[in-house]
């Protein structure tokens, strides 16, 4: 199966996804959520499962922030599913060392390890694969 391709996003598309990323670094994971999905919304092909999950990732750490670890722990597993498929690099994302830190703190949140859990979340960072 060849590896799915790079999203390719208007100038609207691409201010919402800006706009997601610093709302979900900002700790703003509510707003994040509504922000990528109404880029999501727009998204067709093989590119949609990958703004799906990240979605569904900002999802998850609004659940923790709200004290609410079996919704954390439901979205989060679902949203690693959704990011799987996706190579190690995406985007300009590094997904693996992404994926890594979700399953750390999915672990977290199975054990209810409350060091991990009043850690500083992850931050997204995606380099510019656009021109």
């Not at 850690?119 to 960072?125: F, M, R, S």
Request: glycine share 8%.
């Amino acid at each position: 199966m060849s590896e799915p391709p790079e999203p390719q996003l208007n100038a609207e598309e691409r201010a919402l996804f800006d706009r997601g990323v610093a709302e979900f670094n900002a700790g703003l994971y509510f707003e994040c959520h509504e922000s990528l999905e109404d880029l999501w919304t727009g998204v067709r092909g093989p590119t949609r499962d990958f703004f799906q999950g990240l979605i569904q990732v900002s999802v998850a750490f609004h659940h923790l922030t709200r004290g609410n670890l079996g919704g954390a722990r439901s979205t989060l597993t679902r949203a690693l599913k959704r990011l799987e498929p996706y190579p190690d690099r995406y985007y300009g994302f590094e997904l693996a060392t992404h994926r890594r830190l979700l399953g750390r703190w999915l672990a977290a949140i199975e054990r209810k390890d409350e060091q991990v859990l009043a850690e500083t979340p992850p931050t997204w960072h995606f380099a510019a694969p656009w021109p």
